[in-house]
């Protein structure tokens, strides 16, 4: 099986990519005002909502349920989606969804497909595979639109263009849409994008979607969306194929309750979402003539398998864990390096792949918390991070890196009362050719990394318990 | 302790058994030594286990969880038979309290697990030992500076330590307190994250910089030593002129000590 996450696989470490983002003073004031503005709206209609901790935890309850019985529940969609004149795929991995996906729109002589919504077809490379096969892919969501005619990456789970502001975005689109003239209001873009994307939505008859969720109950598949162009997406084609992964499923039509509030509200901080599409098979008078479903694995179930991260399956996209992250927002979404950025990138790449080439992911975090206070869906995603290093240290195991042998060393210390009171007698004897002024301005090695921005106070001269032994000696003796 | 609260019995004398903190034992001696004044003054008696030495935060949270279960048997072993365990460090109380009964169960060791349960109850960050269990806010503390206050990622999100540590500080004498911008933001130390992605760990102790020479402090205060010589070097590299005193040391100050 080959599992593969966009480009991850030729992606730099998160330390390399964090290091040239960080000079993109640009880059990073964007990012900062955007996921400022969204979680300062996000707080607000999060707090006028007084049951949403019960929210929380029954969303939560939810998807736990739902993955405890997820064969059922894909099963039951797959026969009531049947049902309604629905045709379901089942993908293991990326290449056999690709496959399906341009066989289907081969199948109907499509030449182009409108996509809306769907960051699962970058988890899977889709547009480069649709392109080799002679496809044009046109991305209709705006921001999806602003980086495909860039020729950029997304670098947000919900607002992929966060990291382009008003001006950046007139220029692509001026030089895309061979405009002349362009204003850099919201109204003056979005006119340019409607223009550009209207005619698209009544020429081209294959349209391509992912789904926020799919109902077990009804077989009915849901997307949510702010601007109407999945709407139109949805809609306008004869032919639709919606890519899902196996964790969408919830199980009943009831459960909508629950999400429906969660999502806006931790996503844009919207009470609800501006289109919120719900569609049931096909229909002879309306809408689509045939719809397909694409089920994919690719990894999933092997995430699944895993008791101690499994709740990573719960994620609903919400991206709220990004906004709040006060690494994300030093660094933006493309130091991932991956579709998936932020606390749940780097806990959901690195599963994905298992851990071939994302072992710097688990580790960019500092554990602050931030992301599990605010998950609609309760991932506690600083202990999956946490649970992830574990296993990136395992599998390290082989080839005894410096860190491991200095980490398995000071454990002996610690484990000995004699080693740790031998160590701290060596560790203030072994610091005096670094101390000047009372401080240490330069430290060797990795720890130099400590010393780039930071001084670094010495170990006094008397430990704490030396100075309690001290005092025990003068109350005995007194 | 056999039966009833701590905060019932708040008005006789406590044994406290202080757990230090390695890092607090080797680099911060200060701060343990103000614990053990502090606790005095308030008529308890402390007590300090030579065979502890650290809580295995670093190993465990950096990958090394098998390397962390020893720490945590040893910490079990030295504690189990205290009545109440103060620990001057948030992420150390976070350690033992969030991570020790998963750590027991994933060894399949389920007369440990049972231990730590039973020791779980009597582990105290300070300000949660003073506050909660002891019913004291005023300690009888001066301290005539101008003091920000930073609240540590675990204090606020895993201990929801709240406004303890505000209403230990609003009762220390001669104190004059500035609210610090962006108060919820990490400062960017994150343990071995600060070396391992030391340049984000920079940009977010910039911004922490930023906030904290904002208030004109003389000090910069946390329940965490770890956060503090995060921010204290940063601080000291840029010749900012403010220290970084641990919350214990303030609380711990008084007119005699200060004349």
């Known amino acids: ?478 | 302790m056999d039966q009833g609260t701590l905060s019932e019995r708040k008005k006789t004398t406590l044994r406290i058994s202080l757990f230090v903190a390695c890092y607090n034992d080797t680099l911060f001696p200060e701060t343990g030594k103000s614990v053990v004044r502090l606790l005095e003054r308030l008529g308890h008696q402390v007590e300090f286990p030579f065979e502890q030495t650290c809580c295995g935060q670093m190993h465990y949270n950096t990958g090394y969880q098998p390397e962390a279960m020893p720490l945590l048997r040893r910490f079990v072993e030295v504690f189990q038979d205290s009545d109440a365990v103060c620990i001057p460090s948030s992420s150390c109380v976070a350690m033992v309290r969030d991570h020790y009964v998963k750590m027991a169960e994933a060894a399949g060791d389920f007369a440990l697990r049972r231990d730590v349960e039973v020791l779980l109850p009597r582990v105290f960050e300070l300000t949660e030992l003073l506050v909660d269990q002891l019913g004291v806010e005023d300690v009888g503390a001066y301290y005539p500076h101008r003091v920000t206050y930073h609240a540590s990622c675990h204090s606020l999100r895993s201990l929801h330590l709240g406004n303890r540590p505000m209403r230990l500080l609003r009762k220390v004498r001669g104190i004059e307190l500035v609210e610090l911008e962006e108060l919820e933001q990490c400062c960017g130390f994150g343990g071995t994250f600060a070396v391992k992605n030391g340049e984000v760990s920079a940009a977010m102790l910039a911004d922490k910089l930023r906030c904290v020479t904002a208030t004109r402090a003389e000090v910069v205060t946390a329940v965490d030593n770890s956060c503090l010589m995060h921010i204290f070097g940063g601080l000291h590299r840029q010749g900012a002129g403010i220290k970084a005193v641990h919350l214990a040391e303030i609380l711990a100050s008084t007119e005699e000590g200060a004349s």
């Open chain 1, 1 to 478: 099986m080959s599992v593969r996450v966009g480009e991850a696989a030729r992606a730099p470490s998160f330390q390399k990519a964090a290091h040239t983002l960080l000079k993109d003073d640009q880059l990073r004031n964007n990012v900062r005002h955007a996921t400022d503005v969204i979680t300062h709206k996000r707080a607000g209609v999060v707090a006028e909502q007084h049951d949403w901790q019960q929210m929380r935890t029954t969303a939560s309850a939810i998807k736990a349920h739902t993955l405890r019985y997820l064969d059922e529940y894909l099963a039951q969609f797959e026969a009531t989606c049947t049902a309604a004149g629905g045709h379901v795929h089942w993908a293991a991995d990326a290449d056999e969804a690709n496959r399906i996906i341009v066989e289907l729109i081969q199948k109907h002589g499509g030449r182009e497909v409108i996509k809306v919504k769907t960051m699962t077809s970058d988890e899977i490379g889709l547009n480069s595979v649709l392109e080799a096969s002679g496809i044009h892919p046109h991305e209709t969501d705006l921001a999806d639109m602003i980086i495909q005619l860039g020729h950029d990456h997304p670098s947000h789970i919900v607002v992929p263009a966060l990291h382009k502001n008003r001006r950046q975005v007139r220029e692509i689109f001026m030089r895309a849409m061979g405009l002349k003239e362009l204003g850099d209001k919201p109204e003056d873009l979005t006119e340019a994008a409607r223009r550009y994307l209207r005619e698209k939505f009544l020429k081209v008859k294959i349209g391509f979607s992912g789904a926020n969720y799919l109902i077990a109950e009804t077989g009915g598949v849901c997307v949510v969306e702010s601007e109407g162009n999945a709407r139109m997406c949805l809609t306008l084609p004869d032919v639709l194929i919606t890519l899902a992964g196996i964790e969408k499923v919830i199980p009943t039509f009831g459960d909508l309750e629950v999400f429906l509030q969660l999502l806006p509200r931790s996503a844009t901080g919207e009470r609800m979402n501006p289109y919120n599409s719900l569609w049931t098979g096909v229909h002879t008078d309306e809408g689509p003539k045939e719809f397909h479903v694409v089920l994919l694995d690719n990894g999933r179930t092997r995430i699944l398998a895993d008791r101690e991260s499994r709740e990573t399956l719960h994620c609903i996209r919400c991206g709220a864990c990004l906004n709040t992250c006060p690494v994300y927002r030093q660094t933006g979404g493309h130091a991932y390096g991956s579709i998936y950025a932020g606390p749940i990138g780097a806990i959901l790449t690195p599963q994905l792949f298992d851990m071939e080439h994302s072992q710097s992911l688990p580790y960019a975090s500092s554990l602050c918390g931030a992301c599990y206070e605010v998950c609609p869906v309760k991932i506690n995603i600083p202990e999956v991070l946490i649970h992830l290093r574990g296993r990136v240290v395992r599998e390290q195991q082989s080839g005894a890196s410096l860190e491991a042998i200095g980490m398995k060393a000071m454990a002996r210390v610690f484990t000995s009362r004699r080693r740790f009171e031998a160590a701290q007698r060596l560790g203030r004897i072994g610091q005096w050719p670094f101390v000047s002024d009372g401080w240490i301005r330069h430290l060797p090695g990795m720890l130099g990394n400590w010393t780039a921005v930071r001084d670094l106070q010495p170990m006094p001269s008397q430990t704490f318990r030396n100075w309690w032994r001290e005092r025990e000696k003068e109350n005995h003796d007194a």
